[in-house]
């Protein structure tokens, strides 16, 4: 028979690999914030390249001040070429303004025009505003300025929030505004026209800049 002290001399017996493996594994908390952290990240990076972030607030601001100031100044024309002259220099100037500044933004935020969320934010907004340009073209040659304030607010309101799509929510909601001034202005007396305008392409922009501005950072 073995002794007591041989028996307690006696090396335990080696870990099997099994055994070994599964003292290796985390503990099931540990895992589970671990799977936690990770879709979370995931979820961030999802949202940051689905979405474009850079549509200005304050180039939305200067956008809306250029559109008012078209506003009062092409109520004191007494002749409709001279109006239309006023409202194309104002959108020249906003979409300056606005274009400069999203490129700022973009710039600042890391994510390029031409990156992916860009991309589909400018090809979303482009067709409405095709559209709009040529139909305007046409209405002036057969002299019919006044179907030009409600064309230009449904289409840019459609571009706005077809392109808001791929954009922060303030966006769409701002081209939706659009469209329900521009019908509006299909059925408003011709008198409406600047007053809707002046709420369209100023207030607006006025209004929703400072919230994108205020909540997406500039």
């Known amino acids: 028979m073995t002794g007591y002290g041989e028996r307690m001399s006696t090396p335990p017996a080696p870990l099997s690999q099994t055994d070994r493996a599964r003292d290796s594994l985390p503990a099931p908390t540990a895992l589970h914030d671990h799977a936690m952290d990770n879709l979370r990240f995931i979820r961030h990076t999802m949202s940051r390249a689905g979405s474009f972030t850079a549509v200005p607030g304050w180039g939305g601001v200067g956008m809306g001040v250029a559109g008012l100031a078209a506003a009062v100044v092409g109520s004191l024309q007494t002749d409709a070429r001279a109006w239309l002259v006023v409202w194309v220099s104002a959108a020249l100037v906003?979409?300056?303004?606005?274009a400069g500044a999203m490129l700022r933004k973009s710039r600042r935020a890391?994510?390029?025009l031409h990156a992916a969320p860009g991309?589909?934010?400018?090809?979303?907004?482009s067709p409405a505003l095709v559209a709009g340009f040529l139909i305007s073209a046409i209405l002036v040659q057969a002299d019919l300025y006044e179907l030009l304030p409600p064309i230009w607010l449904l289409l840019y309101g459609a571009g706005v929030l077809s392109a808001g799509v791929f954009s922060v929510r303030p966006v769409p909601v701002m081209g939706g505004c659009f469209m329900a001034l521009g019908a509006?202005?299909?059925?408003?007396?011709?008198d409406w026209h600047d007053p809707l305008l002046a709420m369209g392409f100023g207030g607006l922009h006025v209004a929703f800049g400072l919230i994108i501005a205020r909540r997406y950072g500039g």
């Not at 906003?94 to 606005?98: D, L, N, Q």
């Not at 509006?184 to 011709?190: E, L, N, Y």
């Open 184 to 190: 509006v202005a299909a059925f408003a007396p011709i």
């Open 94 to 98: 906003a979409t300056s303004i606005g």
């Open 110 to 112: 890391g994510s390029p």
């Open 119 to 125: 991309r589909k934010f400018v090809l979303a907004l």
